[in-house]
């Protein structure tokens, strides 16, 4: 695997074509190894990029001590035999004209209100500067591929958005970088997150969305969880559900022990 460092490297770089972009903020697990392998399989050559995005995080919120493993990652990404890793510079998100993306006034744009403007900045630059035929995306963050998806179209970018499924730990927790902030006890506990929406999935063919909204979020608060939103929405558009609406999101986030975890579950109709 070639490492490149900088982005004058990465221009000069010649990828065999049709080639995917798997971009990431690194302290790799399967979740991101998904989206690495589904590459693999599909495109002549991969690309992944790890880069802890400042622009992305609140002033409170966790960058500084956002998990970094670079060596443990390289080395993950090596047995998959991705063919380019690409670490930019740290100055990367710096004199960037900030992005105001659709979509992200519901959510994780509420308790996050610029999270999205950074994701949208930074993989707007990813995508000018690679040009890659495929970007990856895992619908563990439904409302960013959302967004990600939307911007290319209305942009007219000629890198397609792939969204894949979410890898869950065995308790059905979703696995993400920030578990690693829990002990192995919590993350047990924490698969009932997946229990609870896999619930409101099925209670949906037979109740109203408001009862199936509360009866899922007594049931969380009772098991000691912090609610930050749990939302029942059409998946297309993140509004109401209306009699148009063929695919439902039921979306959740809550905080466990100072850790905010998300999750979602799609309900096609
Ligand atoms: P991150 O490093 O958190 O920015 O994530 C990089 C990419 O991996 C994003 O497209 C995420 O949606 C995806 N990802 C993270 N966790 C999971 C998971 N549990 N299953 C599938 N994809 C994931």
């Not at 770089?13 to 697990?29: D, E």
């Not at 890659?132 to 942009?155: E, R, S, T, W």
């Not at 499924?165 to 993400?176: C, F, H, K, Q, Y």
């Not at 209670?203 to 109203?208: D, E, G, Y």
Request: proline content about 4%; glycine content about 4%.
């Amino acid at each position: 695997m070639q490492i490149i460092k900088s982005c004058s490297a990465l221009n000069s770089i010649n990828f065999q074509k049709p080639f995917a972009f798997v971009p990431t903020m690194g302290n790799l697990h399967e979740g991101h190894l998904s989206l690495v392998k589904f590459a693999k399989e599909n495109y002549s050559e991969v690309i992944t990029s790890i880069f802890v995005n400042p622009l992305q995080f609140g002033k409170n919120e966790d960058f500084a001590s956002y998990p970094k493993t670079l060596d443990k990652d390289i080395q993950l990404l090596e047995d998959l035999d991705c063919n380019y890793l690409f670490l930019p510079e740290p100055n990367f998100a710096e004199n960037l004209e900030v992005i105001k993306p659709n979509f992200s006034d519901v959510l994780c744009g509420l308790s996050r209100p610029t999270h999205f403007d950074g994701v949208l900045t930074i993989i707007d630059k990813f995508l000018r500067l690679i040009k890659p035929n495929a970007c990856l995306f895992g619908l563990k963050d439904y409302q960013q591929q959302l967004i990600i998806k939307d911007y290319v179209n209305k942009k007219k970018l000629r890198t397609e958005i792939i969204s894949l499924p979410i890898v869950r730990e065995n308790s059905g927790l979703a696995m993400s970088s920030r578990n690693n902030y829990l002990s192995k006890d919590d993350r047990e506990h924490c698969g009932i997150i997946y229990s609870c929406i896999q619930n409101a999935a099925e209670s949906l063919k037979t109740s109203p969305v408001k009862i199936v909204i509360e009866k899922a979020t007594d049931f969380l608060e009772n098991a000691g969880f912090e609610i930050d939103y749990l939302e029942v929405i059409d998946a297309n558009n993140l509004s109401l559900i209306t009699k148009k609406t063929n695919k439902i999101l039921i979306a959740v986030a809550v905080i466990y022990k100072k850790v905010r975890l998300i999750d979602n579950i799609i309900v096609s109709l």
